[in-house]
């Protein structure tokens, strides 16, 4: 008896499992890659009135909320799972835009970004890349 309650466990959570994989693929996300991806949004916008400069403060406080860095004066960047994750991140910054200025998106393997080369200046990021381990006391 508990031989034939194991198979039909195994049974159901098969079944689940497939439902599972059915509703995902129908959806477009079953075939997801991890590729990480980084996200570059790079921006000109004007800041001669104070409506520009409010919407200036606004969107680049709205970047920093959605987990972006600086890299430069108005170059951010996010790291972000693989292309699906930067399409919807992309698609939320394009809702968030302002009204007026210029705006440019750019998708980058973490491969192709970690062969940036820093010719002037260094590194500077509040972000640890190193394997080490941190501790804090």
């Known amino acids: 008896f508990r031989h034939l309650v194991l198979l039909f466990a195994f049974t159901v959570k098969v079944y689940l499992m497939h439902c599972g994989i059915k509703m995902l693929q129908r959806l477009g996300l079953w075939n997801m890659s991890y590729r990480f991806m980084r996200i ?3 921006f000109d916008l004007p800041t001669s009135t104070s409506v520009d400069r409010k919407e200036y403060r ?5 970047l920093i909320v959605s987990g972006f860095l600086m890299l430069q004066e ?6 972000v799972l693989n292309t699906t994750s930067a399409n919807i991140i992309m698609d939320h910054v394009r809702k ?6 210029s705006l440019f998106m750019l998708t980058v393997t ?3 970004f970690s062969r940036m080369e820093i010719v002037v200046g260094d590194k500077q990021s509040e972000v640890i890349d190193s394997t080490k381990r941190v501790l804090m006391i």
């Open 40 to 42: 570059l949004v790079m």
């Open 58 to 62: 606004n969107f680049r406080k709205y």
């Open 74 to 79: 108005s170059v951010y960047s996010k790291l």
């Open 96 to 101: 968030n835009k302002p009204p007026s200025g």
């Open 110 to 112: 973490e491969k192709q």
